[in-house]
Protein backbone atom coordinates (compact mmCIF):
# COMPACT_ATOMS: atom_id res chain seq x y z
CA UNK A 1 0.00 0.00 0.00
CA UNK A 2 1.54 3.61 -0.56
CA UNK A 3 2.10 5.84 2.04
CA UNK A 4 3.68 9.40 2.84
CA UNK A 5 5.77 10.28 5.85
CA UNK A 6 5.81 13.53 6.73
CA UNK A 7 8.25 13.46 9.57
CA UNK A 8 8.06 17.09 10.95
CA UNK A 9 4.37 18.36 12.00
CA UNK A 10 5.55 21.94 12.76
CA UNK A 11 8.17 24.26 11.58
CA UNK A 12 9.06 27.52 12.60
CA UNK A 13 10.86 29.85 10.50
CA UNK A 14 12.12 33.47 10.51
CA UNK A 15 10.90 35.82 7.85
CA UNK A 16 13.41 35.78 4.57
CA UNK A 17 15.12 32.56 6.05
CA UNK A 18 15.37 29.21 3.44
CA UNK A 19 12.89 26.38 4.10
CA UNK A 20 12.58 23.01 3.42
CA UNK A 21 9.68 20.83 4.10
CA UNK A 22 10.39 16.91 4.12
CA UNK A 23 8.01 14.15 2.67
CA UNK A 24 9.16 10.37 2.18
CA UNK A 25 7.25 8.17 0.51
CA UNK A 26 6.08 4.49 0.19
CA UNK A 27 5.03 3.49 -3.27
CA UNK A 28 5.22 0.44 -5.78
CA UNK A 29 5.25 2.34 -8.87
CA UNK A 30 6.31 5.38 -10.44
CA UNK A 31 5.10 7.89 -8.40
CA UNK A 32 3.28 10.96 -9.50
CA UNK A 33 4.24 13.34 -6.44
CA UNK A 34 2.20 16.96 -5.33
CA UNK A 35 2.50 19.44 -2.96
CA UNK A 36 -0.40 20.97 -2.10
CA UNK A 37 -0.84 24.62 0.32
CA UNK A 38 -4.04 24.60 2.97
CA UNK A 39 -4.80 28.11 4.70
CA UNK A 40 -7.12 27.88 8.06
CA UNK A 41 -10.65 26.13 7.03
CA UNK A 42 -9.63 26.12 2.80
CA UNK A 43 -9.44 23.91 0.32
CA UNK A 44 -5.81 22.74 -1.02
CA UNK A 45 -4.28 24.78 -3.19
CA UNK A 46 -1.36 23.12 -5.67
CA UNK A 47 2.09 24.60 -5.30
CA UNK A 48 4.04 21.84 -7.42
CA UNK A 49 3.77 17.85 -9.41
CA UNK A 50 5.78 15.56 -10.51
CA UNK A 51 5.19 13.68 -13.22
CA UNK A 52 8.48 12.55 -15.53
CA UNK A 53 11.05 14.40 -16.60
CA UNK A 54 13.22 16.50 -14.48
CA UNK A 55 13.83 15.75 -11.28
CA UNK A 56 13.81 19.35 -9.93
CA UNK A 57 10.26 20.95 -10.33
CA UNK A 58 9.47 24.56 -9.78
CA UNK A 59 6.20 25.67 -8.23
CA UNK A 60 4.09 28.70 -8.08
CA UNK A 61 4.91 31.52 -5.19
CA UNK A 62 8.66 30.71 -5.23
CA UNK A 63 8.56 26.64 -4.40
CA UNK A 64 10.57 24.38 -5.89
CA UNK A 65 11.10 20.60 -5.01
CA UNK A 66 13.67 17.68 -5.72
CA UNK A 67 12.37 14.07 -6.57
CA UNK A 68 14.68 11.80 -5.23
CA UNK A 69 13.92 7.95 -6.01
CA UNK A 70 16.86 6.52 -4.45
CA UNK A 71 15.62 8.07 -1.21
CA UNK A 72 12.09 8.19 -1.88
CA UNK A 73 11.25 11.55 -1.14
CA UNK A 74 10.32 14.84 -2.93
CA UNK A 75 11.28 17.55 -0.43
CA UNK A 76 9.66 21.02 -0.45
CA UNK A 77 12.20 24.44 -0.45
CA UNK A 78 11.94 27.61 -0.69
CA UNK A 79 15.21 30.35 -0.45
CA UNK A 80 13.30 32.81 1.62
CA UNK A 81 10.21 32.60 3.12
CA UNK A 82 7.20 35.21 3.60
CA UNK A 83 5.08 35.68 6.66
CA UNK A 84 2.22 35.22 3.62
CA UNK A 85 3.97 31.26 3.46
CA UNK A 86 2.33 30.25 6.79
CA UNK A 87 -0.08 27.56 6.56
CA UNK A 88 -0.01 24.14 6.14
CA UNK A 89 1.97 21.95 3.54
CA UNK A 90 0.66 18.47 2.13
CA UNK A 91 2.50 16.05 0.52
CA UNK A 92 0.88 13.37 -1.55
CA UNK A 93 1.40 10.95 -3.82
CA UNK A 94 -0.56 9.28 -6.69
CA UNK A 95 -0.56 6.71 -9.79
CA UNK A 96 -2.04 7.05 -13.50
CA UNK A 97 -4.16 5.13 -14.89
CA UNK A 98 -2.90 3.16 -17.70
CA UNK A 99 -5.08 5.64 -20.00
CA UNK A 100 -3.94 8.69 -18.01
CA UNK A 101 -5.52 10.39 -15.40
CA UNK A 102 -4.67 10.50 -11.94
CA UNK A 103 -6.17 7.94 -9.23
CA UNK A 104 -7.17 8.76 -5.80
CA UNK A 105 -4.50 10.43 -3.92
CA UNK A 106 -2.65 9.13 -0.75
CA UNK A 107 -1.77 12.68 1.44
CA UNK A 108 0.75 12.72 4.47
CA UNK A 109 -0.45 14.22 7.65
CA UNK A 110 1.22 17.89 7.11
CA UNK A 111 3.60 20.24 8.15
CA UNK A 112 2.45 23.71 9.73
CA UNK A 113 4.52 26.24 9.15
CA UNK A 114 5.15 29.04 11.10
CA UNK A 115 6.58 32.46 10.17
CA UNK A 116 8.57 34.47 13.06
CA UNK A 117 8.96 38.10 12.21
CA UNK B 1 -13.87 29.78 -14.78
CA UNK B 2 -15.47 29.11 -11.56
CA UNK B 3 -13.30 26.26 -10.12
CA UNK B 4 -14.42 23.54 -8.07
CA UNK B 5 -17.95 24.66 -5.77
CA UNK B 6 -18.82 22.52 -3.47
CA UNK B 7 -22.22 23.50 -1.32
CA UNK B 8 -23.44 23.43 0.91
CA UNK B 9 -20.10 25.67 2.78
CA UNK B 10 -21.10 24.25 6.42
CA UNK B 11 -23.72 22.28 7.85
CA UNK B 12 -24.65 20.72 11.13
CA UNK B 13 -26.53 17.06 11.78
CA UNK B 14 -27.43 14.97 14.68
CA UNK B 15 -26.10 11.41 14.69
CA UNK B 16 -27.92 8.92 13.30
CA UNK B 17 -28.80 11.34 10.10
CA UNK B 18 -27.88 11.22 6.92
CA UNK B 19 -25.98 14.01 4.58
CA UNK B 20 -25.69 14.67 1.15
CA UNK B 21 -22.75 17.01 -0.33
CA UNK B 22 -22.53 18.61 -3.65
CA UNK B 23 -19.69 18.97 -5.65
CA UNK B 24 -19.59 20.64 -9.56
CA UNK B 25 -16.11 19.75 -11.27
CA UNK B 26 -14.12 22.56 -12.95
CA UNK B 27 -14.69 23.23 -16.38
CA UNK B 28 -13.88 20.70 -18.69
CA UNK B 29 -13.00 18.00 -16.09
CA UNK B 30 -14.86 14.49 -16.11
CA UNK B 31 -13.49 13.05 -13.08
CA UNK B 32 -14.60 13.94 -9.12
CA UNK B 33 -12.75 12.38 -6.15
CA UNK B 34 -13.68 13.26 -2.31
CA UNK B 35 -11.88 13.45 0.59
CA UNK B 36 -12.39 13.41 4.24
CA UNK B 37 -10.25 15.56 6.17
CA UNK B 38 -10.39 15.79 10.02
CA UNK B 39 -9.10 17.95 12.08
CA UNK B 40 -4.77 18.21 11.96
CA UNK B 41 -5.01 15.48 9.79
CA UNK B 42 -4.46 14.94 5.88
CA UNK B 43 -7.10 14.46 3.71
CA UNK B 44 -8.26 10.71 3.31
CA UNK B 45 -9.78 9.40 -0.28
CA UNK B 46 -12.84 8.43 -0.15
CA UNK B 47 -13.75 7.41 -3.67
CA UNK B 48 -13.54 8.30 -7.39
CA UNK B 49 -16.02 8.81 -10.18
CA UNK B 50 -15.41 8.53 -13.43
CA UNK B 51 -18.41 8.64 -16.48
CA UNK B 52 -21.01 7.76 -13.76
CA UNK B 53 -19.59 5.25 -11.96
CA UNK B 54 -17.49 4.33 -8.68
CA UNK B 55 -13.78 3.39 -10.18
CA UNK B 56 -11.50 3.60 -6.99
CA UNK B 57 -12.66 3.68 -3.70
CA UNK B 58 -10.74 4.36 0.02
CA UNK B 59 -11.32 2.58 3.34
CA UNK B 60 -14.68 3.47 4.22
CA UNK B 61 -17.62 1.80 5.12
CA UNK B 62 -20.50 1.17 3.08
CA UNK B 63 -22.36 4.17 4.66
CA UNK B 64 -20.26 6.61 2.19
CA UNK B 65 -21.72 6.46 -1.19
CA UNK B 66 -22.24 8.86 -4.27
CA UNK B 67 -23.34 9.23 -7.60
CA UNK B 68 -21.83 11.40 -10.49
CA UNK B 69 -24.52 13.25 -13.17
CA UNK B 70 -24.22 13.31 -16.79
CA UNK B 71 -22.39 16.96 -16.44
CA UNK B 72 -20.21 15.39 -14.03
CA UNK B 73 -21.17 17.10 -11.07
CA UNK B 74 -21.03 14.42 -7.99
CA UNK B 75 -22.95 13.91 -4.66
CA UNK B 76 -21.38 12.28 -2.06
CA UNK B 77 -23.70 10.73 1.02
CA UNK B 78 -23.48 9.46 3.92
CA UNK B 79 -26.22 7.27 5.95
CA UNK B 80 -26.16 6.49 9.83
CA UNK B 81 -23.73 9.95 10.84
CA UNK B 82 -21.08 9.04 13.58
CA UNK B 83 -19.75 11.96 15.65
CA UNK B 84 -16.44 10.73 14.14
CA UNK B 85 -18.57 11.66 10.64
CA UNK B 86 -17.16 15.54 11.69
CA UNK B 87 -14.93 16.85 9.16
CA UNK B 88 -14.22 18.84 6.15
CA UNK B 89 -15.17 17.04 3.13
CA UNK B 90 -13.48 18.23 -0.23
CA UNK B 91 -14.00 17.72 -3.82
CA UNK B 92 -11.25 17.33 -6.24
CA UNK B 93 -12.01 17.13 -10.11
CA UNK B 94 -9.66 16.48 -12.69
CA UNK B 95 -9.23 15.08 -16.16
CA UNK B 96 -9.45 11.11 -16.30
CA UNK B 97 -6.97 11.09 -20.11
CA UNK B 98 -4.34 13.49 -18.95
CA UNK B 99 -1.17 14.01 -16.60
CA UNK B 100 -2.92 16.70 -14.45
CA UNK B 101 -3.50 17.38 -11.42
CA UNK B 102 -6.48 17.49 -9.24
CA UNK B 103 -8.09 20.84 -8.46
CA UNK B 104 -9.79 20.87 -5.34
CA UNK B 105 -13.14 22.63 -4.03
CA UNK B 106 -13.06 24.94 -0.58
CA UNK B 107 -14.59 21.87 0.82
CA UNK B 108 -17.84 21.43 3.22
CA UNK B 109 -17.75 21.61 6.89
CA UNK B 110 -19.97 18.66 8.50
CA UNK B 111 -20.34 18.77 12.52
CA UNK B 112 -22.58 15.76 13.62
CA UNK B 113 -23.77 16.40 16.98
Known amino acids: AQSVTQPDIHITVSEGASLELRCNYSYGATPYLFWYVQSPGQGLQLLLKYFSGDTLVQGIKGFEAEFKRSQSSFNLRKPSVHWSDAAEYFCAVGALYSGGGADGLTFGKGTHLIIQP | DAGVTQSPTHLIKTRGQQVTLRCSPKSGHDTVSWYQQALGQGPQFIFQ???????QRGNFPDRFSGHQFPNYSSELNVNALLLGDSALYLCASSLRTAHTEAFFGQGTRLTVV
Open chain 2, 49 to 55: YYEEEER
